[in-house]
């Protein structure tokens, strides 16, 4: 589902690289955690899954799209297969928790009645009935990440990318979220989840990837050490 | 088709509904929008104006050729065909003797001596034939004409364009080839001021709004489909802007030519102004309207393009 192979990201010459030579695949319907340090690299390995950035060298081939090949164009047809989650909600003040959901539709071009129909449902799955006509500034932290993920997973997309959801969630609200993540994997949704909250990584029993300085550092599943 | 007619809806409807939303911002837009759209129809007024003062002025300055009382009306018509024919002549007017003479009288009512002098004699004014020329700067082939000599037969006086006289119409001439010249200047370095003002007004509320352009770009929008509504938005203050200038200036023209004593400020004809608004009032909400839509639309358009670029390697 998720393949990079000696994957290297610079920012700029003088600086050192962002990420080195990472070679990682993600099979279709698991549950992937990525931890590792601040600045260890976590963030911009999933902006090079958003197209946000291009790497340096190496090959990114998501839901069978080869990045090498993807004309800037195509981006936003990517972007629409992809649900992305961020640490700071990014969530369009201008519009209610209903519209920030239906957004993602509306890109694709869905039907009022279409939006009409799954928006509630999402919004019910997250726990955020009732919250429809609210702006996201009248939301608590907790309340806000689960409109981003309801957003994320409106479209039913076959990959979910959650950048940090709880990095800015107290303890409860975190759980909450990492339940609702669960829940939309359990769907049949490949999750991609970074976190540095050992906690969650306890508690999850998931396959776990550690990035250090850029290098993936180990990779083990839930029977052990992949290598 | 029928997607891309949804889209264009939604792309409508998030543009007005954006614009309420954003009111605050809306209003300071559009207040600097109204500013230099009036600015810029002001000016446009005032130089239509100006150029009708000027032309009532070179229209009364004309060349008077006196004619003997000995001349024939056949001679007479004769010569008026001929100036008539002359390709620098815009308009001819024959005054008789007693015309004349009505026309001396009228123009010297406040000289009383002047006036008994000719009630004196029996009516010494010649009849006259004022020429009005296309072109003040180009008398030189009426001039020629006049002084032919079967031409000049038929006059007793020289023409009236010599001497200070023609040094007033040379300098009236050149004063108002400047004063047109200084107006059409005027309204491009207005307009040119207003664009890049209300530009910069544009690319700050965008600027404002740089991270909902980047949300709605992560989240696979299309770029029309993020700029349309940024595009509708600022057509809409260009459409009110527009709009509330023209009738503004058109209100203050019509109380100002109504309530005031005078017709006309220097040089400005407020009465002609107002009437000028009256003929075109229509074509000049289209005119205003257009600009505004044009370069709020134009402005957001090119705004919001580094927010929709990718990063290419």
């Known amino acids: ?227 | 088709m029928r997607r891309h007619l949804r889209s264009l809806g939604r792309i409508f409807e998030t543009g007005v509904i954006n614009f309420i939303r954003n009111i605050g911002l809306s209003v300071a837009a559009m207040s600097v929008m109204f500013v230099t759209l009036t600015i810029v129809l002001l000016s446009f007024v005032a130089n239509v104006a100006f150029t009708n003062t000027i032309a009532q002025i070179t229209n009364q300055i004309g060349i008077s050729v006196f004619l003997k009382d000995s001349d024939t009306p056949a001679q007479t018509n004769t010569l008026l065909a001929e100036v008539k024919r002359l390709p620098n002549v815009k308009s001819i007017q024959y005054l008789n003797k007693t015309q004349a003479l009505a026309q001396y009288e009228q123009q010297n009512t406040a000289n009383k001596q002047l006036a008994n002098a000719v009630d004196v004699l029996s009516n010494p004014i010649p009849a006259t034939i004022i020429i009005n020329p296309v072109n003040l700067n180009k008398i030189q082939d009426i001039k020629n004409f006049l002084v032919e000599p079967n031409v000049a037969a038929l006059q007793s006086d020289s023409p009236t364009y010599s001497g200070e006289r023609e040094v007033a119409i040379n300098k009236i001439t050149h004063a108002t080839n400047i004063l047109r010249e200084v107006g059409i200047l005027s309204i491009v370095i207005f307009t040119i001021i207003s664009v890049l003002i209300i530009f910069n007004t544009i690319q700050m509320a965008i600027f404002n709004r740089r991270d909902e352009i980047k949300i709605m770009r992560l989240l696979g929008a299309s770029t029309a489909y993020i700029r349309g509504p940024f595009v509708v938005e600022s057509a809409l203050y260009g459409l009110f802007s527009g709009t509330l200038s023209t009738f503004i200036i058109y209100g203050a023209f019509k109380g100002a030519s109504s309530s005031l004593q005078a017709s006309s400020l220097g040089l400005l004809n407020i009465s002609y102004a107002a009437n000028y608004f009256d003929n075109h009032f229509l074509l000049s909400l289209a005119a205003m309207v257009m600009l505004g839509i044009l370069l709020g639309a134009g402005s957001s358009f090119i705004a919001t393009i580094r927010y929709l670029k990718f990063k290419t390697k």
């Open chain 1, 1 to 227: 589902m998720i393949l990079l192979d000696r994957v290297t990201k610079k920012y700029s010459r003088s600086e050192g690289e962002a990420l080195h030579r990472i070679t990682l695949n993600v099979e279709p319907k698991e549950f992937v955690i990525v931890i590792g340090q601040s600045g260890a690299g976590k963030t911009t390995l999933l902006r090079l899954l958003t197209c946000e950035e291009r790497p340096t060298s190496g090959k990114i081939i998501v839901g069978g799209i080869d990045y090498d090949k993807l004309k800037d164009k195509d981006i936003p047809m990517l972007r629409r297969k992809i649900g992305v989650v961020f640490q700071d909600f990014k969530l369009l003040p201008n519009k209610t928790v209903f519209e920030n959901v239906a957004f993602a539709l509306e890109v694709v071009g869905a039907s009022k009645r279409e939006i009409k129909q799954t928006v509630p449902k999402v919004l019910s799955i997250v726990n955020l009935k009732g919250k429809e006509n609210s702006m996201p500034r009248e939301l608590s932290g907790g309340e806000s990440q689960r409109v981003a993920i309801a957003r994320a997973v409106v479209r039913q997309p076959r990959i979910l990318i959650a950048d940090e959801p709880t990095g800015n969630l107290d303890p409860k609200h975190a759980w909450d979220v990492i339940k609702v993540l669960e829940k939309i994997n359990r769907y049949g949704t490949t999750v991609l989840l970074t976190t540095h909250n050992q906690e969650i990584v306890n508690k999850l029993k998931r396959r776990v990837v550690t990035i250090q300085a850029g290098s993936i550092t180990s990779d083990r599943t839930k029977a052990g050490y992949k290598s």
